[in-house]
C-alpha cells in the first residue's frame, strides 16, 4: 500500500498527523452526521405517508436497492478511476437527491413515489462511494496506521450517532423530516470540498490496463471466492444482513409505534446503540487479538440480547440499555473487516474486492425487506424479530467452528 506522506514515521500515535487523513476525517465526520439523520427520518417520513408497513417497506427499499444493482460497478471505477474524484462525483450526486428530496418535504409537495426515486438515487451514490473510499485510505496513511485510521473513522461516525439521531428525533417532532435531509445534503457538500482539499493521491488505481467492466466486476469476485477467508467471512455477513439487521431496519420503527412512544422512542434505542457503536470503536483502537476473524464474528453474540428483549417488548429502559452491545458489536465488525481487506488485499484489486463486500452485505436485504413488510401485516412483527433471534445465534456459533475462521491468526494470507 502506498501512503503519501513517507514522511510520516512508524512511531506516529495517530494518523491524524497525517494532512490528507485529517481532510479526509473532516469530511466524513460532518457527512457521516448527515447519514445519521437519515434513517429514522426517513422511515417516518414513509410512515406519515402510508401509514403502513409496506410503504415503509417500498422506502427501505428503494435506498437498498440500487445499492446491490451499483455497487459492482462503483468497485471498478474505484479500481479504474482516480477515487478522489470518484468520490467527490458521489458527494456531489448524494447532496442533490437529498437536497431535492427535503424540499420537496418541507414544501409538502413529496408523493410517496418520489420519496422511493430519491431515495433510490442517493443509494446510487453509496454504492459508488464506499468501495472507492476503502481504497483511497492506504494511500493516505502506512500500513502501520490502517487500524487506528479505520478505527478513528468509526468512532468520529458513532459518535456523530449520538447526537445526530437525538437532532433527528427533534426535528422530525418539530420542524417535519425535510430539514434533517437538507442538513445531509449540506453535509455532503462539505465532504466533497475536504476530499478536495487532500490534493493528489497517489494509488495504482487508473494506471493500468482497463479491461471491460464485467471482466473488471468478475476479477473482483475471482478473487474473493478463491480466497477462503474472505469467501465463508462475506457468505456469513450475508445471511445476517438479510435475516437479521434487514428485518429489524423494518420491524425497528413498527415496534417502535406500536409498544412504545413512535419517533421519541425509536431515537432514544438510536442514541444508545451509537454509545455502543462508540464503545466497539474504541475498542478496535486498542484489542489486537490474535485471531481478529474469531473475535469479530464472535461480537456478534452480542445482539442478542437487544433483539430478544425487543421482541418480547420488555420495558423501554432494558431493551435500550441492550442496545449498547448490538452497537458495540456493529462497530467492531466493520472496523476489523475494513483492516483487513485494506491490509491484505492488492491494491489493483482493493475498491472491487470491497465491493464485493458491500454487495454480500447488502445483496439479500433489500429483498428481506421487500418479504419482511407485507409478511408483518399478517404476522406478529414480535415473532418475526424473534426468528431472526434463533437465526442470529445458529449463524454465528456455525461462523465460529468454520476451519477458515477458527485456524487462521492475524497474519492472514492473501490468496489466489
Not at 93 to 115: E, H, I, K, Y
Not at 354 to 362: D, I, P, V
Request: net charge positive; charged share 10%; with cysteine.
Amino acid at each position: 500500500m502506498i501512503a503519501t506522506e513517507s514522511a510520516v514515521k512508524a512511531s506516529s500515535v495517530s494518523p491524524l498527523r497525517v494532512r490528507g487523513f485529517r481532510w479526509l476525517f473532516v469530511g466524513r465526520v460532518l457527512s457521516s452526521f448527515g447519514d445519521s439523520l437519515v434513517p429514522l427520518t426517513v422511515a417516518f417520513a414513509a410512515l406519515e405517508l402510508t401509514g403502513s408497513a409496506v410503504g415503509l417497506g417500498g422506502v427501505l427499499l428503494a435506498n437498498r436497492l440500487p445499492v446491490v444493482v451499483a455497487t459492482l460497478a462503483g468497485g471498478v471505477l474505484g479500481d479504474v478511476f482516480d477515487r478522489r474524484w470518484v468520490m467527490v462525483a458521489a458527494d456531489v450526486w448524494r447532496m442533490a437527491s437529498q437536497a431535492v428530496c427535503g424540499a420537496l418535504l418541507l414544501a409538502g409537495q413529496l408523493p410517496l413515489w418520489a420519496l422511493i426515486v430519491l431515495q433510490g438515487c442517493a443509494g446510487v451514490g453509496t454504492a459508488v462511494f464506499t468501495p472507492a473510499a476503502t481504497g483511497l485510505l492506504p494511500a493516505l496513511v502506512p500500513e502501520n496506521l490502517l487500524r487506528q485510521a479505520n478505527a478513528l473513522l468509526g468512532l468520529a461516525a458513532n459518535v456523530n450517532k449520538v447526537a445526530a439521531i437525538s437532532v433527528a428525533g427533534l426535528l422530525v417532532a418539530g420542524l417535519g423530516s425535510g430539514w434533517a435531509l437538507l442538513a445531509d445534503a449540506a453535509t455532503f457538500t462539505i465532504s466533497a470540498l475536504s476530499l478536495l482539499l487532500i490534493g493528489p493521491v497517489t494509488t495504482l488505481a487508473g494506471k493500468r490496463e482497463r479491461r471491460g467492466v464485467l471482466a473488471e466486476m468478475w476479477g473482483g469476485w475471482r478473487h474473493v471466492t478463491a480466497t477462503p477467508w474472505l469467501r465463508t467471512l462475506l457468505g456469513y455477513t450475508a445471511l445476517l444482513q438479510a435475516l437479521v439487521i434487514g428485518p429489524h431496519m423494518l420491524l425497528g420503527p413498527l415496534l417502535a409505534r406500536q409498544h412504545y412512544h413512535g419517533a421519541a422512542s425509536w431515537a432514544v434505542i438510536g442514541a444508545v446503540q451509537a454509545i455502543g457503536s462508540i464503545t466497539g470503536s474504541a475498542l478496535a483502537l486498542r484489542l489486537r487479538p490474535s485471531r481478529p476473524l474469531v473475535a469479530a464474528v464472535a461480537a456478534s453474540l452480542l445482539m442478542l440480547p437487544y433483539l430478544a428483549l425487543f421482541a418480547a417488548a420488555a420495558p423501554l429502559w432494558l431493551v435500550s440499555l441492550a442496545a449498547l452491545g448490538f452497537g458495540l458489536q456493529g462497530s467492531y465488525y466493520l472496523a476489523t473487516q475494513a483492516w483487513l481487506l485494506q491490509r491484505h488485499v492488492p491494491d489493483l484489486q482493493l475498491a472491487r474486492v470491497a465491493s464485493c463486500f458491500q454487495l454480500g452485505n447488502l445483496v439479500l436485504v433489500p429483498l428481506s425487506l421487500a418479504a419482511v413488510g407485507p409478511l408483518a401485516e399478517h404476522v406478529d412483527a414480535r415473532l418475526l424479530l424473534a426468528t431472526a433471534v434463533v437465526w442470529a445465534l445458529a449463524s454465528t456459533l456455525v461462523a465460529l467452528a468454520a476451519p477458515p475462521l477458527r485456524s487462521h491468526t492475524s497474519v492472514i494470507s492473501i490468496g489466489v
